[in-house]
């Protein structure tokens, strides 16, 4: 293996550590204590365990967390209540209701209910719409941990060649979105894309968020190329047993690249970090004060 490994477990703590250093100092100086509410409808076990694990996050930056678990049969009516009194809540400063919602409730419906100011996830339009147009709003929190990923291991972006693959509204698209605004020349691959190994075979930057195990092979990847692996898929081995996989198929990728990140232990820890980021930032928005540094 010749490419560098981007360990994005040590880099989440890092900023974690951070996170609780600013935490502090607004507690101190401001008597301001960030709140994070997280709104979790049924019982799927893997929201249960991402939500406990922001729920601890939370805690352990110093930070307020505040959770909410509804049955699976509460009315959209009743969610949206719910929302609109976080949303006045002034001791709440981001909300984040779990994705995905049960079949019966408008997603879209329950996201543009969200004040954008407290929308941590950064999934409502006006969100959407300041990332595209350079505002301030709050930028998702997968595609944001990336980009300081890769900013760490590349210095400048600005002329690189970028592709990603996938178009989601919570990945794909808010990625293109802050590669471009680092003056990337942005290639946004999907299923329709035509040739693909020679799409991703040109790029210096390759985000993979597509969700298919090792989609993208190894022998794609240019000589020297960054690599970020979004993708978290759960494939059943030889002896039975499961693991975790991303998009990209490691082992032959990492020979090629110049820098890799690893599923597990690249962009998932980084997702938790940056919503406790995002969450200090609204805080700190809401009082008209400055971030910390
Ligand atoms: P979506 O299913 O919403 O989007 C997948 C995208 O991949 C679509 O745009 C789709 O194209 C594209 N795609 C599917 N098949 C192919 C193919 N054969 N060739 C090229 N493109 C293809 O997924 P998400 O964006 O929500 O998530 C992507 C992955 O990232 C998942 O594995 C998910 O678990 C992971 N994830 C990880 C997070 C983390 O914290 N690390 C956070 C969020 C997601 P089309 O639009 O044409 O259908």
Sequence with gaps: MSASIIDGKAFAANLKEKIAGKVKILKEKYDLTPGLAVVLVGEDPASQVYVRNK?????AAGMNSFEYLMDDDVSEEELIKKVNELNNDPNVHGILVQL?????INEAAVIETITPEKDVDGFHVINSGLLATGGK??????????????????GNLSGLDAVVVGRSN????PMAQLLLNESCTVTIAHSR??????????????VAAVGVPELVKGNWIKKGATV?????????????????????????AAERA?????????????T????????VTAACRSMGIDEPN
């Design 137 to 154: 709003g709050m930028v998702p929190c997968t595609p944001l941990g990336c980009i300081m990923m890769l900013k760490d291991q590349l």
């Design 55 to 59: 729920n601890k996050s939370t805690k």
């Design 272 to 279: 938790i970090a940056v919503l406790l980021q995002n969450t």
């Design 193 to 206: 894309t035509k040739d693909l190994p020679d799409v991703v075979g040109r790029a210096d930057i390759v």
């Design 100 to 104: 995905p919602l049960p079949e019966h």
């Design 228 to 252: 970020i692996d979004v993708g978290i898929n759960r494939i059943q081995k030889n002896d039975g047993k499961t693991k975790l996989v991303g998009d990209v198929e490691f082992a032959v």
């Design 258 to 270: 110049a820098a890799i990140t690893p599923v597990p232990g690249g962009v998932g820890p980084m």
């Design 170 to 173: 919570i990945v794909g698209k």
